[in-house]
């Protein structure tokens, strides 16, 4: 088992910045790929960034490009998400998700392991 608990979530204006963090517990953090999903009211959750064990590949949704980094830090076992230039669009709930398989991780069905998510709201 992989436990996740996600920080940093947080109200913010139209144009600011967010840093989310996920610290890992459970398994050995570098056997997984980790990655970022976020729902919004009444959606259906959806990919936001991934990123490999050893963090040398990382992958991010076209809503996102250009403005969020994903990154981990193995020694703490912690996955974060710098997100730059938010938009109110950008308001959910961040999820925190690992698996064995970075090619999965676009999939939010085939996680394995979720946090309990961590609020984003973005005022215009």
């Known amino acids: 088992q992989v436990q996740l608990v996600e920080s940093g979530g947080g109200l913010v204006q139209d144009g600011g910045s967010l840093t989310l963090s996920c610290v890992a517990s459970?398994?050995?953090?570098?056997?997984?790929?980790m990655g970022w999903f976020r729902q919004a009211p009444g959606k259906e959750r959806e990919f936001v960034a991934r990123?490999?064990?050893?963090?040398?590949?990382?992958g991010y949704a076209d809503a996102v490009r250009g403005r969020f980094t994903i990154s981990r830090d193995n020694a703490k076992n912690t996955v974060y998400l710098q997100m730059n230039r938010l938009k109110p669009e950008d308001t959910a709930r961040y999820y925190c998700?690992?698996?064995?398989?970075?090619?999965?991780?676009?999939?939010?069905?085939?996680?394995?392991?979720w946090g309990q998510g961590s609020q984003v709201t973005v005022s215009s």
């Open positions: 990123i490999t064990g050893s963090g040398a590949s990382t």
């Open positions: 459970g398994r050995t953090f570098s056997n997984y790929a």
């Open positions: 998700a690992a698996d064995s398989l970075y090619s999965d991780m676009v999939v939010t069905s085939r996680m394995n392991y």
